[in-house]
């Protein structure tokens, strides 16, 4: 079996696909979340380097991708608390933006869009070992075969 065109994500309330749906426009995947740029070597004093993100992705009605809005919010280093809530506020004013959102599960296309160094995306990590997954970043959400919209964390 091979990676669908189409990746499905179930809609759970209340827990980590709470704010993914579809809008008038199409589809769209949104969240808080942290990431850690690419070059990041795994140093002592991480803390400044685990960055805070709000995030809208947004895809057309066939999942395709179109576009992405990435808010960096702060470090933990600032604060961790206090950045997570200010990217709560800001996912607020994201979500707010998308005429006719209702939340519910969707299906989207592989994507990758780059922010501050770090990988927001949906890409295939198919190899020999593990064979078909798909892993959401920098969310750290793995999907895989039966391809029915759940995941791994």
């Known amino acids: 079996m091979a990676v669908p065109l189409t990746i499905p994500i179930r809609y759970e309330p209340d827990y980590r696909t709470d704010t993914i749906g579809r809008f008038a426009d199409g589809q769209f995947l949104a969240g808080v979340v942290a990431g850690f740029r690419g070059d990041f070597d795994g140093a002592d004093r991480w803390e400044p380097h685990k960055r805070w993100y709000a995030y809208l992705h947004r895809f057309d009605h066939d999942g395709r991708y179109v576009s992405s809005d990435i808010r960096f919010t702060g470090t933990t280093a600032d604060g961790e608390q206090e950045v997570v809530d200010r990217a709560g506020r800001e996912l607020d004013i994201l979500l707010a933006g998308l005429p006719g959102r209702h939340y519910c599960d969707v299906a989207i296309q592989l994507f990758e869009t ?3 160094g770090v990988l927001f995306g949906l890409v295939d990590e198919t190899d020999d070992e593990f064979g078909e997954s798909v892993e959401l970043y920098p969310d750290d959400l793995g999907f895989g075969p039966p391809w ?4 791994d964390t």
Do not use: L, T
């Open 114 to 116: 780059m922010m501050d």
């Open 148 to 151: 029915d919209g759940e995941y």
